[in-house]
């Protein structure tokens, strides 16, 4: 024997139930025409030769297929920039996002007076990290974390040792 279940009655009234939209972090780019090629090989060059984008997604569209790229100095860059290749023609067409780089270059590596005291350093035969580190404070100089140093050193070793066959090549 089935059992009947009553109604469902809300206790809000139906107005008051109204769906908020769903907020999103997500920002929407708006898009000028910059530019228009006649290939993807064309244009790609022409993207890669200002070394400021790497390529971030690629999607396909019914139309078309799109290509977006981010700023490659910093994530929160707020410059875009996409390629347009509409299925109908080999033309790609370059969108730039109308915000501008907002981002500040920061020096990346060591200082060069750092790295000129690490090389005088290293040519009177202080080779290892922590001897290095040690002189620099003693001299003064503004010394680098020890990971920065130890990256820096391989380098100088060749650049050494290049120096080294040169010298013995010409004696």
Sequence with gaps: MAHALPEYVSDSSSDEEVAQPHSSKRLFANYIHRQKFGSLVEAKLEVHSQKSWYERRTVSHENDKRIYYDCKWSRKCPSKMMLIMPHTCSDVYQHVSDGDHNHELTPTGLPDA????VSELFLLGVTKPNAILKALRAKGVCTPPKKKLN?????????????????????
């Design 114 to 117: 750092t790295k000129q005291a």
């Design 151 to 171: 990256h820096y050193l391989p380098k100088l070793r060749a650049d050494n040792s290049k120096i080294q066959n040169l010298i013995k090549g010409y004696l």
